[in-house]
């Protein structure tokens, strides 16, 4: 840990007590000094992550001759505690029987009850009708089993902040209630945590009730976003996953997860997986054996030499994503490899390491407790890093923080916000300017931050004067007054930290945008500390790792420029082989290159780019494209395209590491045996090198861990068994360091950072013409579904979101004959799409919402060619449609 990171809050003892005649510190709670006196004190209602309301009262104890609830009483210095007297035992008996009396819990609130004597036959009191639901797709309820300890309610306000759940009556009488019924229509979604904290069954789930039985529990990281929470995944006897639990002492999401880490898994089993190489012979793809589809990859790759590319995947290991690139570049001779980082958060790399040399998020998610203002753009976090979002959501309602949201959309954070700064999309570089001209008129500027770590502040505040709050409202839409107090929220915080998602990124100066959230933080001396920074939530599992293994054009393992030549000797040293000397393509550029015939072969390691990326850029190249291998776990619109499709493992069935969005390389462990068939990726990969002339002597992923350690300084500290525990913030330059939980703390490797002073190029989709294209789209995502949906369509999860919605809002819903629920068609000037409609008063007038999770949907036909100035992304939230109802 560095100096400053002491986690805030742990309690200071103030003195000793005796808990059953043993001398323990008095800190905290009664119950705190009782579990370190090794006092075995039952509880029901108390759970570290929730504060206690002492519901329960089993954890009743004697306290200097009184009897105590341990987990409200504060620990008293000289205080005099019995755990297990003759009187407690009689009181706990009692309280066992009034439970029982009203309930029939199970789990292991019987089993204790049971251990107190307490039988159910000393009170008898009036059986009620026990409500049951099973409306929702996962959770299930037996309220006759409910004890009223109210962990439910808690941990559902407290930690998800969802404020599902409430009690009402009184006495024997109180009862569990949800507002809504069934509970399908509550305001509920579907994390799950309630069903893992109730101690009696009364709240459960589909996964838990599951009578088939648990084999062994394995300790691994979710494959989904980028939070990259800890899983406990129990393992049942057929080798299926059984139920998955949040790691508790995990610092990422301390045992909480979402719809998706926790519940959808089912797609690791579906009969849909992957279970033979196939390669297409007279125009259909049929099953073959490993040795034919590897010797088939490796003639082709051979014959095409040169003209190869790669595209690697954000979803695989970083051990997987470093040997792709490995084999690319000193195997097929080639820097044309890259990632879905391309279409994601490139920009944010880009644009963050122009300003401070690095690309990466500068703090920690632990940061999120500590931050008194937090700035979200461009992020629906609730949704997309759910895990993250309920901690955003904990702080603000808690009163620790103020936010701010800067989103086209109502998001559910933009509800939760002091100030929700609604832009017109496309129009972050001014409002961000204007935000910025604010801080500086309110005096907010930290000038000793200014003077000591930046270059060209008077310079910057000349160039401002144009972007006075009021002026730029007539471009961005958003009342001046707005602008001014979301300054004054950002520039008056202690510690005002940001967040950002694709709403910055995926435009046309995605790049640029980045950088004036930078200008933000470097104005207010928001970097180098605790609880501030600038901090893109990257996306993917593993899109952090993909592009710090070298999955992209110009640079190698550890962000080491492939054109600096002292590099490539180290590495060439290494390795045994030559890299190429300059820089490859990025994804779009490969595309034109097959277009153009320069590249004829293409490996696509677990993307569906037919589905994700823009249509007017990929189908076109697909056609052209003398040979595709597509490395899969389904059959995918992009696998069905491929020559030869290889059957690869989930992140459920294999070893290696993810690195999270905070940098935070973490291992990957496999809880399942790979689909019969298949096989983990890396070992393919292993194969695809040995076919095309470059043998490797790794055995497992370990070896190749210890082989990245070694070619990347930022690396050099990490391995396997130091991983283990909660695994290690990069950089970590050597074998004993501790990792690095916030970057550029005394200086930016750069020198100084540089306001950047960008000028507001509108995106040429920004200015179509309204007439032929009245509304403006933006595309994203939902929560219960994943990208282009392979996984999450093949779970359950597809019985809460069975389609894609275009949100719009009444008024244009009217006016364009749209009704909800009814579909729509959506064009734009490069192509169409179809999708049920959603009315909503979360978009503005002018503006449309699409998913993009379901093929049928053909959400990236609409897409334009506009790609970000600088880092070559899409612009997936800029398209000029027009829509009508299908049919008309
Ligand atoms: N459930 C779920 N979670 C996911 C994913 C998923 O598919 N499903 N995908 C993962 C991946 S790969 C990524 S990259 C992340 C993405 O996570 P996010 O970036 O949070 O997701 P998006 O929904 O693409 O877009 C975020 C927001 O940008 C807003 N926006 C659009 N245009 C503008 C603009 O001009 N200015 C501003 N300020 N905001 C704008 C949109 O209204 C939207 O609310 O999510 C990850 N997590
Ligand atoms: N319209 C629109 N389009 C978008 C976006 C948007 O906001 N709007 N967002 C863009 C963004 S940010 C991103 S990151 C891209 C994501 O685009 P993709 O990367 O294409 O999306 P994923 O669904 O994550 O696809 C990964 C594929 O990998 C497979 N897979 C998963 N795990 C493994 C594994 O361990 N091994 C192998 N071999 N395969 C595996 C899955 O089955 C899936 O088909 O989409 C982009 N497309
Ligand atoms: S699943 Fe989550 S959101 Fe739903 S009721 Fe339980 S705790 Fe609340
Ligand atoms: S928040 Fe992200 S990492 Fe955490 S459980 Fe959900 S999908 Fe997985
Ligand atoms: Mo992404």
């Known amino acids: ?185 509550t305001p509920c979604v579907s994390c799950g945590a309630c069903a893992a904290i109730c101690p009696t069954g009364a709240i459960s789930d589909r996964d838990r009730q599951k009578s088939t039985p648990v084999r062994g529990t394995v300790r691994t990281t979710c494959g989904y976003c980028g939070v990259g929470c800890q899983l406990d995944v129990h393992v049942d006897v ?47 793809l049929v099953p073959a054996s490993w040795d034919e589809a590897i010797a088939t990859v490796a003639a082709e790759f051979g014959r095409l030499r040169g003209r190869v590319g790669g595209l690697s995947s954000a979803r695989c290991t970083n051990e997987e994503n470093y040997l792709l690139q490995k084999w690319m570049r000193a195997g097929l001779g080639t820097n044309d490899v890259d990632c879905c980082a391309r279409v994601c958060h490139g920009p944010s790399a880009v644009g963050m390491r122009r300003v401070f040399g690095t690309g990466a998020a500068t703090n920690s998610l632990a940061d999120l407790d500590v931050t008194d203002c937090l700035l979200v753009s461009g992020s629906n976090t609730t949704e997309a890093h759910p895990v993250s979002g309920a901690r955003i959501r904990a702080r603000v309602l808690q009163g620790g923080a103020k936010l701010v949201v800067i989103d086209p959309r109502r998001t559910e954070l933009a509800r939760l916000a002091d100030v929700h700064l609604a832009l017109r999309p496309g129009t972050n570089v001014p409002l961000l300017h204007s935000l910025a001209y604010a801080l500086i008129q309110l005096g907010l500027v930290d000038h ?82 605790r609880g501030v920074g600038v901090n893109p939530l990257r996306g993917q599992n593993n899109v952090q790792g993909a592009a710090d293994m070298g999955c992209q054009p110009d640079f190698l393992t550890g962000y080491q420029p492939v054109s600096d030549s002292a590099v490539r000797n180290r590495i060439e040293s290494i390795w045994g082989r030559p890299v190429p000397p300059s820089p ?88 399942l045996a790979p689909v019969s068939g298949s096989r983990p990726d890396w070992r393919i990969l292993l194969d695809l090198m040995a076919a095309t002339g ?114 719009i809002c009444a008024e244009d819903a009217v006016h364009f004959g749209l009704r909800d629920g009814e579909l729509a068609q959506i064009e734009s000037p490069w192509g169409a799409a179809i999708a049920a409609v959603a009315v909503t008063s979360d978009v503005a007038k002018g503006t449309c919402f699409l998913t993009f999770h379901f093929a049928g949907t053909s959400t990236n036909n609409l897409i334009s060619p506009v790609l970000d100035r600088l880092a070559d992304c899409p612009e997936y939230k800029l398209t000029p449609v027009r829509v009508r109802p299908d049919p008309p």
């Open 694 to 807: 470059l043998p490797q002597d790794f055995a497992s992923p370990t070896d190749v861990l210890a082989e990245i350690a070694k070619v990347a300084p930022l690396f050099a500290g990490l391995s396997a068994q130091r991983l283990d525990g909660d695994g290690l913030q990069w950089p970590v330059p050597h074998a004993t360091h501790t990792g690095t939980t916030v970057l550029h703390r005394d200086s930016f490797h750069v020198g100084r950072a540089q306001f950047a002073e960008i000028p507001f190029v509108p995106s040429p989709s920004l200015d179509a013409d309204v007439a032929k294209w009245p509304l403006r789209l933006v595309t994203g995502r939902r929560l219960e579904h994943y990208n282009c949906g392979s996984m999450t369509r093949r779970s359950p999860n597809l019985d809460l979101a069975p389609h894609d919605a275009l949100q």
């Open 1 to 185: 840990m560095n100096p400053g990171d002491a986690p805030a809050g742990d309690p200071v003892a103030v003195g000793h007590l005796t808990v059953d005649g043993r001398r323990v510190p008095a800190k905290g709670t009664l119950l705190h000094s009782c579990q370190d006196a090794g006092a075995d004190v039952p509880y029901f209602c108390h759970d570290e992550s929730v504060s206690s309301g002492g519901h329960c009262r089993s954890c009743i104890v004697e306290m200097d001759g009184r009897p105590v609830a341990a987990c409200t009483t504060a620990a008293q210095a000289g205080a005099v505690v019995h755990t297990d007297s003759e009187r407690i035992r009689v009181y706990r008996r009692d309280l066992g029987e009034l439970m029982l009396a009203e309930s029939s819990p199970g789990g292991p609130v019987a089993t204790r009850l049971a251990s107190w004597g307490a039988t159910g036959g000393r009170y008898r009191a009036t059986p009620r009708p026990a409500p049951s639901d099973s409306s929702h797709v996962y959770l299930r309820f037996d309220l006759n089993a409910c004890i009223k300890c109210r962990l439910c309610e808690s941990t559902c306000d407290q930690v998800q902040g969802q404020f599902v759940y409430g009690f009402h009556g009184r006495g024997e009488g109180t009862r569990l209630d949800w507002g809504a019924t069934p509970f399908s229509d």
């Open 238 to 284: 057929t080798d299926s996953v059984h139920h998955i639990d949040g790691a508790a002492d995990s610092p990422v999401n301390a045992g909480h997860l979402c719809v998706k880490g926790r519940y959808a898994h089912a797609f690791s089993r579906h009969p849909e997986r992957l279970n033979s190489p196939l390669i297409r012979k007279a125009g259909v």
């Open 448 to 529: 000793a931050f200014v003077q000591g770590r930046t270059e060209g502040f008077g310079s910057y505040v000349e160039f401002l004067r144009p972007f006075a709050p009021e002026l730029a409202a007539s471009i961005t839409g958003v009342p001046a007054r707005l602008v001014w107090e979301a300054a004054r929220l950002y520039g008056t915080a202690k510690c005002p930290m940001q967040a950002h998602g694709l709403g910055m990124t995926e435009h046309f100066q995605g790049s640029e945008s980045v950088m004036l959230l930078c200008n933000l933080a470097l104005l207010v001396g928001a970097i180098g500390r």
């Open 584 to 671: 490859g393509r990025t994804i779009p550029q490969m595309y034109e290159a097959i277009v153009a015939g320069e590249i004829g072969g293409l490996f696509i390691l677990g993307e569906d780019v037919v589905q994700t990326d823009p249509a007017c850029h990929v189908n076109g190249a697909l056609d052209k494209l003398s040979f595709l291998v597509v490395q899969e776990l389904f059959l995918t619109d992009t696998a069905k395209r491929a020559d030869v499709v290889l059957p690869g493992a989930s992140f459920l069935e294999k070893e290696g590491t993810f690195t999270n969005g905070e940098r935070r390389v973490q291992r990957v462990r496999p809880a």
